[in-house]
């Protein structure tokens, strides 16, 4: 049974390269002797140990950390900026190549390297219609702010009429209009109209959106009964 009261040592043996050792001729060896308390300290795995790093594992490193950006301050410049490279793949005709739903699949671009892109029909989204058959006195199209994206008119008179759009509570029909367009018409009651559309972003109102039609660009003269039918679209 090993005695509590004796202080353990251990033995490592080097054997040395010559074979006869300086130290210990008789076991060709030397000795190392560590006995308990001799250390003055407890080896752990605590602490930060520092990892020297170079050549091509250093240079992989940087290259990595240069395409990290913070979005919303970091900028563009040009020469100096780096990034990654995303691969596409080319199909000529846009394919399926995800076999189901929740699959991976890389981009795709055609001939002239364009990306490929579709729109989804949304039948819950769009813009809202507003029609007036009989356009003369201001009407309401949106008594809050909002923003027209098209525009349709019609007239049935031998004369021009003018169809103006107010961004006001309480306008003056032909005073100070946001939007005026005149209406053409071919010298008869045969009918003539203009579209405009006015682009993914439209023209925005602040106030409200309101229309009217008269006979003169200042006036407020009702073009007729049922002359000018207008249509906007809106949100």
Avoid: C
């Avoid at 029909?173 to 972003?201: C, E, R, V, W, Y």
């Amino acid at each position: 049974m090993a005695d509590a009261t004796k202080t353990p040592k251990v033995f490592v043996q080097l054997r040395t390269p010559l074979g006869d050792s300086a130290m210990d001729d008789t076991n060709d060896s030397v000795k190392v002797t560590i006995s308990s308390g001799g250390f003055d300290g407890v080896v752990t795995n605590a602490g930060t140990f520092a990892t020297q790093v170079d050549g091509d594992a250093l240079t992989a490193l940087q290259l990595i950390d240069n395409t990290v950006a913070v979005l919303g301050t970091a900028t563009y410049s040009e020469a100096t900026t780096s990034g990654n490279v995303i691969g596409v793949v080319r199909n000529d005709a846009l394919a399926t190549l995800a076999g189901t739903d929740n699959e991976i699949a890389p981009l795709q671009v055609d001939v002239a390297g364009a990306l490929f892109v579709t729109t989804v029909s949304n039948t819950t989204h769009g813009h809202a219609a507003y029609t007036n058959v009989d356009t003369s006195a201001l009407a309401t199209i949106k008594a809050s702010a909002g923003t027209m994206y098209w525009f349709h008119a019609t007239s049935i008179d031998e004369t021009v009429a003018f169809v103006s759009f107010y961004d006001a509570t309480s306008p003056t029909l032909g005073s100070s209009p946001k939007l005026m367009f005149p209406i053409p018409t071919q010298g008869d009651a045969q009918g003539a109209g203009l579209t405009i559309n006015f682009g993914p972003h439209g023209i925005k109102f602040t106030n409200s959106i309101k229309i009217g039609a008269a006979t003169t660009v200042t006036g407020s003269t009702d073009p007729g009964t049922n002359v000018v039918v207008t249509n906007v679209g809106f949100e």
